[in-house]
């Protein structure tokens, strides 16, 4: 079993910055691809980014621009840098590991962007 554990959703001013982390532990053997997605109210779930163990990164559209995921390996964790945020980043943000046949998710973490 694998648990995701999410942290530094809260609340920001347009134009500000957050950093969202997530820590996977339990049985992680063969695990590499982790992620980002969220869902905004009335929206579908919809993917930020995702990035390997071996660093190599996918960002939806637009994404990229704005938001820049990371991780680092000795701790598996992965984090989401969020710079000059908008009103319309504001969702739920779900960290992800697809690991065999399985996908896990974190509790997600709430994001809000204020105009």
């Known amino acids: 079993q694998v648990q995701l554990a999410e942290s530094g959703g809260g609340l920001v001013p347009a134009g500000g910055s957050l950093r969202l982390s997530c820590t996977a532990s339990?049985?992680?053997?063969?695990?590499?691809?982790m992620g980002w997605y969220r869902q905004a109210p009335g929206n579908q779930r919809e993917l930020v980014a995702t990035?390997?163990?071996?660093?190599?990164?996918n960002y939806a559209d637009s994404m990229e621009e704005r938001f820049t995921i990371s991780r680092d390996n000795r701790k598996n964790t992965v984090y989401l840098q969020m710079n000059n945020l908008k009103p319309e980043d504001t969702a739920v943000y779900y960290c992800?590991?697809?690991?065999?046949?399985?996908?896990?998710w974190g509790q997600g973490t709430l994001v809000t962007v204020s105009s």
């Open positions: 339990g049985n992680l053997l063969g695990a590499d691809r």
């Open positions: 990035i390997t163990s071996g660093g190599t990164t």
């Open positions: 992800y590991m697809p690991l065999g046949v399985n996908e896990y």
